[in-house]
């Protein structure tokens, strides 16, 4: 039997016997409490789950006493297991299905590990031309000596400097008039796309620098965002990807397009300065309050019928936590994710626990997603920036277009973690070596 097999037979193995551990503790010294228990623990988590929704969506005295609820919750499950002298056999339990579910995605991991982004040498560049928001970020710019490395690199840098807005794609157009053979972006999600719109268009290669806050474009490449300098590597010891591009309302997006809840509350002229406060202030109205637009969208065949949430993304995300907003395994599947949200209670609220399969939680892809609403007008965000677009509003995916080049070597790289599927780790663990 191959080593690679042998690994995940034992891997499976060690999980079954965690798992059986974790129940024989659980029958050992507990006994006939073990379902008070779990019944206890189970009503713990979904009261949390709807007191967190009534944080969102009420205001005033109610929000407070759902504050308190919240707190309680957890209080209440942590006192009935010490009172019943048992937390150290729920604390043993728990960590033995934490063991068990590890060696378990791990030996799924080794057989269902999907297939990385296909990569080729990238070429020699003779003329890359880096443009540089000194801004972003923070200052990551000055703060890692960008533009520095970047000369050092044989790059020529250019500044976003001065006062009023720029046009970042006229900019990147007469670089690539000027002789650029690579065109580059250190800066936020918001101006990789308006670049990378334009390498696609003259099918030049295109380099991230994650010089921005989030840079979850960077983030799926496999790229450092602690150390964005890292990102120069691939001058001199690159490869390239062959990645998708979205485009929404005639605008390209690296990431994603949010309507509803989300859209309607970064478009507050007081959101940039209190985050928090002007979320807390509007989502009220929003969820329960039927403000804003009222939204439907066609994805391929599915119909979204009033979501209070929607996003669309360049590739699905993947559909493992309960936002699906984690990390996308591949950028070049040629579809769009797209998710809806609609909760209208605390029990729909606590059900999100169940994942991709909650009522309230919908999940599919398409090539080419179709946004209405019951206004002329919408606020939409595009890669985190704020915009209003006439609706419908046309999303679709364009396969391949973008020559992504990377570092050969990078940290960063990223693969789904598996489902839990106890049948096929049975199969796994008890079927003898042949």
């Not at 713990?44 to 709807?50: K, P, S, V, W």
């Not at 009935?80 to 937390?87: G, I, N, P, S, V």
């Not at 729920?90 to 269902?112: E, H, N």
């Not at 806050?213 to 390239?240: C, I, K, W, Y």
Request: with cysteine; charged share 20%; glycine share 12%.
């Amino acid at each position: 039997m191959e080593p690679t097999m042998r690994g995940q037979r034992w891997l499976a193995r060690a999980s079954l016997a965690s798992a059986a551990a974790a129940v024989l503790v659980l029958g050992v010294f507990a006994g006939v409490k073990t379902f008070a228990l779990l019944g206890v623990g189970l009503a713990g988590l979904a009261i949390t789950a709807a007191a967190v929704w009534w944080i969102l969506s009420r205001r005033g005295l109610p929000r407070i006493l759902a504050v308190l609820l919240a707190i309680t919750a957890p209080v209440w499950v942590l006192v009935q297991y010490t009172q019943a002298r048992l937390t150290w056999v729920v604390l043993l339990s728990a960590g033995l299905w934490i063991l068990a579910a590890g060696a378990g995605r791990a030996a799924l991991a080794r057989r269902k590990a999907p297939d990385p982004m296909p990569e080729r040498p990238a070429t020699a560049f003779r003329h890359p031309v880096l443009i540089m928001n000194p801004r972003s970020g923070g200052g990551k710019v000055d703060r890692f000596a960008l533009r520095e490395r970047a000369a050092a690199a044989g790059a020529e840098v250019v500044l976003l400097e001065g006062g009023g807005e720029i046009d970042v794609a006229a900019l990147a157009r007469k670089c690539a008039a000027e002789g650029a053979d690579l065109l580059g972006v250190a800066g936020g999600d918001g101006t990789q796309a308006l670049v990378a719109d334009v390498a696609a268009a003259l099918d030049l290669p295109f380099l991230v620098i994650p010089a921005g806050t989030r840079n979850h474009f960077a983030l799926d490449l496999g790229l450092d965002r602690d150390d964005p300098s890292t990102a120069l590597d691939a001058l001199s010891d690159g490869v390239e990807l062959r990645v998708d591009l979205g485009r929404a309302g005639g605008r390209p997006f690296v990431n994603n397009v949010s309507f509803g809840a989300y859209a309607e509350v970064v478009q507050s002229p007081a959101y940039r300065d209190d985050k928090t406060r002007t979320t807390l202030q509007l989502l009220p109205d929003l969820l329960v309050g039927h403000k804003g637009a009222r939204l439907s969208a066609r994805a391929g065949e599915h119909d979204f019928t009033d979501p209070q949430a929607l996003l669309v993304s360049n590739n699905p995300y993947g559909a493992n936590d309960i936002a699906g907003l984690g990390r996308r395994t591949r950028l070049d599947g040629g579809v769009l994710g797209c998710v809806g949200i609609r909760v209208t209670s605390g029990a729909q609220a606590a059900g999100l626990l169940r994942g991709g399969s909650a009522a309230g939680l919908t999940w599919v892809t398409a090539t080419a997603v179709a946004v209405d609403a019951d206004q002329e007008e919408i606020p939409v965000g595009i890669d985190g920036e704020a915009v209003r677009l006439p609706t419908p509003v046309h999303c679709e995916v364009r396969p391949g277009v973008l020559r992504v080049v990377v570092p050969r070597l990078r940290p960063g790289l990223y693969r789904e973690r598996p489902r839990l599927d106890w049948r096929l780790l049975l199969r796994l663990g008890l079927t003898s070596a042949t």
